[in-house]
């Protein structure tokens, strides 16, 4: 080979022709190994590309990169803070989907008349519960229905 692969300039050998880290690590990014390096290794490295089948060894570069990334930008907790990010959206969303799947099933039940389940829907949909969820997410942009107002009754004298 001509050029060397970035792996072989940072380690400053000679690339071989068949040489592990040539299709992973181009001579124009030389980051992408150094990071790697900082955090694996190259023999480590090596040896997890190659005790992968050749079709998973492509991916698997990718993918300690971005570990690499991650760990350099916070050693703490590395790729698992995006991880944790991207679940506390996902339950986010989740709740929203609930919220508007009891909302929908409320409006349908008033649109059909049927008085029975709307005295019902209280109890039978999570929407009274999430009303105090919706009021503090107020910035995404999309209408919010004023929450029923609940029937307060006097205490009894005794």
Do not use: W
């Amino acid at each position: 080979m001509s050029s060397r692969c970035a792996a072989c300039k940072h380690l400053r050998k000679r690339c071989q022709r068949d040489c592990i880290f040539s299709p992973y690590f181009p001579s124009n990014d030389p980051q992408r190994f150094d990071s790697m390096h900082i955090i694996y290794g190259a023999s480590n490295i090596a040896k997890m590309l190659q005790q992968l089948p050749q079709h998973l060894r492509a991916e698997a570069a990718n993918s300690m990169y971005f570990e690499a990334q991650c760990r350099l930008a916070d050693p703490v907790y590395g790729c698992v803070k995006t991880i944790s990010l991207l679940r506390q959206q996902i339950e986010h969303a989740h709740s929203q989907l609930a919220i508007i799947q009891a909302e929908i099933a409320l409006y349908k039940a008033q649109i059909h008349g049927d008085n029975n389940q709307i005295k019902n829907a209280d109890h039978q949909l999570p929407v009274s519960r999430f009303y105090n969820y919706l009021a503090a997410d107020q910035g995404n942009g999309f209408p919010h229905p004023t929450p029923p107002t609940p029937s307060i009754q006097p205490p009894r004298s005794m």
